[in-house]
C-alpha cells in the first residue's frame, strides 16, 4: 500500500514522483500508482544510494567527533555490508557466514563492469581522499545534531506535503547550501552541471533547506563522480536558486500538482510519446507498444510490483 | 586469489578494522598511481608515411608513361 495516495491521488510528493509525472503520465501510472518496476533493480540507483549511505556515514562520524581514518574504516564498512546479502535473524539481524556479494547487472541482466561492488569501496575512499581538507563544513544545528542526509516532510498548500532527503547542508565562506552527490558515466565538463540549472529536484532541496534550517540556502553543490572500470575522477559546481526563481519552480510544481491529481481522479493517465526515447529508452515501451488488452500480461510478466512511497523513510 | 580480493570475497561481518585498512591503503596507493599517470605528458605518435597497399604498389611500380600515352 502506498501511504502517500489518499482517494487515489497523491498528496506526498518527492522529487522522483513529481518528476514521473511530468516525464510522462503513464510512465507516473506504471511507476509510482502502480509500482512497476524493471525486475532487475537499477544498478545505477543502488550504486548511487550506496555511495550517498557510505558518504553520509562518514561525514556524520567526523561531525560527531571521530577520528578521520575511523571514519574512513566505518564508512568502508558500511558500503561491504550493504552490498552482501546476508541471511537475516527473526529480529531482522544480518546472521554471519551467510549470503553472497552485490553483483552489478544492467536492466538487460548482463554484468556492468563499470559501477561494481569494487568500484563503490573505491569511489568512496578516493572520494574522501580528493576532498579531505575540504572547505566545505557540514552545518550544525543549535542542538549539535549535523544536517546530514535529513528526511523532510514539508507540509505546503493544498494540503500536499513536499518529502526528500537532504545529503547534507554545509555552510562555505558563511554561504549555505545543500549538497547532492552524483554518479555518472559522462565526463563532468561544464555541460554535465548545465543540466541541474532548471532541476526539479535541486530546487525542492534549496526549498526544503531554506524552510527546514532557516538559514539563507543559496542553492546545491553538485559533487559528481565519473564512474569509469578503471578509475573515478570528481568534479563539483555549484547550481544557484534565487528567492525569485524558488517562487517560479513553486508555482509551476503546485499548478502541476493540482493537474496530476484532476487527472487521477479521472482515471486518465495520457501518453507523452515524445519521452518514449529519453533516458535510454523508457522501460515501459514495451507496454505500451503493445495493444491495449495484452498490457496487464506484459505488465505481469516482465515488471515486478515494488512501491516507491515518499514517506517512507530510507 | 590476490589478498584484495579475498577480502572482497569475505563475508564483512568477518573483516577487522585491519582488514578493511588493508583496503582502504590498496585504493589510496592505486589513486596515486592513477594521478601520476594522468599528471604525465600524453607521447604524441610521429604521424605514419602512408603506405601503398602492397597490389597497388605493384601496379604502379608497372607504370610506364609510355605505355600511357600509346
Redesign the interface.
Known amino acids: 500500500m502506498n501511504t502517500s495516495f489518499a482517494d487515489d491521488k497523491q498528496f506526498a510528493w518527492d522529487a522522483t514522483s513529481i518528476s514521473s509525472s511530468q516525464r510522462c503520465m503513464r510512465y507516473y501510472y506504471y511507476n509510482i500508482v502502480m509500482g512497476y518496476q524493471p525486475k532487475n533493480k537499477s544498478v545505477h540507483l543502488e550504486f548511487g544510494g550506496w555511495f550517498a549511505s557510505g558518504l553520509e556515514r562518514f561525514h556524520q562520524d567526523l561531525a560527531t567527533g571521530t577520528e578521520y581514518e575511523q571514519a574512513v574504516i566505518n564508512m568502508v564498512r558500511r558500503a561491504l555490508m550493504d552490498t552482501w546479502n546476508h541471511g537475516k535473524d527473526p529480529d531482522g539481524n544480518p546472521v554471519k557466514g551467510t549470503g553472497v556479494p552485490w553483483v552489478a547487472m544492467d536492466r538487460f541482466g548482463v554484468e556492468e563492469k563499470g559501477k561494481s561492488r569494487e568500484n563503490l569501496i573505491r569511489t568512496l575512499i578516493w572520494y574522501v581522499t580528493e576532498f579531505k581538507d575540504d572547505d566545505l563544513e557540514t552545518y550544525v544545528d543549535s542542538n549539535g545534531v549535523p544536517a546530514v542526509e535529513h528526511t523532510f516532510k514539508l507540509p505546503v498548500d493544498n494540503d500536499v506535503i513536499f518529502c526528500g532527503h537532504l545529503d547534507r547542508l554545509a555552510v562555505k565562506d558563511d554561504a549555505f547550501f545543500v549538497t547532492d552527490n552524483k554518479t555518472t558515466k559522462a565526463g563532468l565538463a561544464p555541460y554535465y552541471y548545465e543540466q541541474f540549472a532548471t532541476d526539479g529536484q535541486m530546487s525542492m532541496y534549496t526549498f526544503a533547506g531554506k524552510s527546514i534550517f532557516s538559514v539563507p540556502v543559496r542553492g546545491v553543490i553538485i559533487d559528481a563522480a565519473q564512474i569509469m572500470v578503471s578509475f573515478t575522477r570528481f568534479g563539483r559546481s555549484p547550481t544557484f536558486r534565487t528567492d525569485a526563481q524558488l517562487t517560479e519552480w513553486y508555482d509551476n510544481t503546485m499548478y502541476h500538482i493540482d493537474h496530476v491529481r484532476y487527472l487521477s481522479g479521472e482515471g486518465y493517465f495520457p501518453m507523452n510519446l515524445a519521452s518514449c526515447g529519453n533516458y535510454g529508452g523508457c522501460p515501459f515501451r514495451s507496454v505500451c507498444g503493445r495493444d491495449p488488452a495484452v498490457r496487464p500480461n506484459v505488465l505481469k510478466t516482465d515488471f515486478a510490483i515494488r512501491i516507491w512511497d515518499p514517506l517512507v523513510e530510507r | 586469489m590476490s589478498d584484495i580480493a579475498e577480502l572482497?570475497?569475505r563475508?564483512?561481518?568477518?573483516?577487522t578494522?585491519d582488514d578493511?585498512?588493508k583496503?582502504?591503503e590498496v585504493?589510496?596507493e592505486?589513486?596515486v598511481n592513477?594521478k601520476e599517470a594522468e599528471a604525465k605528458p600524453k607521447k604524441a605518435k610521429a604521424p605514419a608515411t602512408p603506405k601503398l597497399k602492397s597490389d597497388t604498389a605493384a601496379i604502379v611500380d608497372g607504370l610506364n608513361l609510355e605505355d600511357l600515352f600509346k
Open positions: 572482497f570475497a563475508d564483512p561481518l568477518k573483516l578494522d578493511i585498512s583496503v582502504v585504493y589510496r592505486r589513486r592513477f
